[in-house]
């Protein structure tokens, strides 16, 4: 069930993004595209390592305790 909510999420942003670049290509250059997507790849995994150090660090207090 969760797994189900968790690709409908993935779905929804990744058609959502895609929507935005195809209206929004014929104002803005290929190269504003890259940086904006490299920006986002960025602060995506910055996010990721931040919620695994969180996770990990939540996990090992419990199994310490």
């Known amino acids: 069930l969760v797994q ?20 929004m290509s014929p104002h803005i250059t ?16 910055a996010a990721f390592l931040f919620l695994i150090l969180k996770v990990e660090r939540a996990f090992s207090f419990c199994t310490a305790a």
Do not use: D, R, T
Not at 4 to 23: D, P, V
Not at 30 to 45: D, G, K, P
């Open 30 to 45: 290929l190269h504003v595209i890259v940086v904006i997507i490299l920006v986002i790849l960025c602060f995506s995994v």
């Open 4 to 23: 189900e909510g968790a690709f409908a999420q993935l779905k929804f942003w990744q058609s959502l993004s895609i929507a935005i670049l195809f209206f």
